[in-house]
T-cell receptor
């Protein structure tokens, strides 16, 4: 079964609003990474958070990790039209050397 | 900064043909991952290499094989291509298999006709 699942599957907001995406996973992990992908393009690395970390920031991005609930959230503050993309979480389960991607959230930011 | 390089960027093949995709990791990165992404789907892990040895394997068909060479570049060989193999194939690299960021290449779009 899939390691990571995200919700919502799609999100539409107005420019300037905040966007929150959630990722849940099933097994114990070493790390969790968030990526952005514009349609048909490559995956852009956003943030890596280790299993012993609870929160990380990068510019307008804030990622939290709750290992007890096996979930993570990505918050984009003051969204811009250029943030329109699909956002994926990817996790590497303990004992593995691979990242499993979630189903992704399609974010649309309306100008 | 140098990024992951993949070649070719686009490839069109017919059913039952073979294809070879190449990946050149970021300099000093010793770990390579391959992923397949179908239309509207999330990337699916295929296989990974660390220091030229296979480190993990996912849902990679037996028709596919891959290796990592002494200069750390990697090649994904696909034989007896099927229509369902049409997808974006991404390579990613990282500095080790631990808590290191994984950076993706631009992908190779394979179309099987």
């Amino acid at each position: 079964s899939q390691q990571g699942e995200e919700d919502p599957q799609a999100l539409s907001i107005q420019e300037g609003e905040n966007a929150t995406m959630n990722c849940s996973y099933k097994t114990s992990i070493n790390n969790l990474q968030w990526y952005r992908q514009n349609s048909g393009r490559g995956l852009v690395h956003l943030i890596l958070i280790r299993s012993n970390e609870r929160e990380k920031h990068s510019g307008r991005l804030r990622v939290t990790l709750d290992t007890s609930k096996k979930s993570s959230s990505l918050l984009i503050t003051a969204s811009r039209a250029a943030d329109t993309a699909s956002y994926f979480c990817a996790t590497d389960a303990v004992g593995t050397y691979k990242y499993i991607f979630g189903t992704g959230t399609r974010l649309k930011v309306l100008a | 900064a140098a990024g992951v390089i993949q070649s070719p960027r686009h490839l069109i093949k017919e059913k039952r043909e073979t294809a070879t995709l190449k990946c050149y990791p970021i300099p000093r990165h010793d770990t390579v991952y391959w992923y397949q992404q179908g239309p509207g789907q999330d990337p699916q892990f295929l296989i990974s290499f660390y220091e030229k040895m296979q480190s993990d394997k996912g849902s990679i068909p037996d028709r596919f094989s891959a290796q990592q060479f002494s200069d750390y570049h990697s090649e994904l060989n696909m034989s007896s291509l099927e229509l369902g193999d049409s997808a974006l194939y991404f390579c990613a690299s990282s500095l080790g298999t631990g808590a290191y960021e994984q950076y993706f290449g631009p992908g190779t779009r394979l179309t099987v006709t």
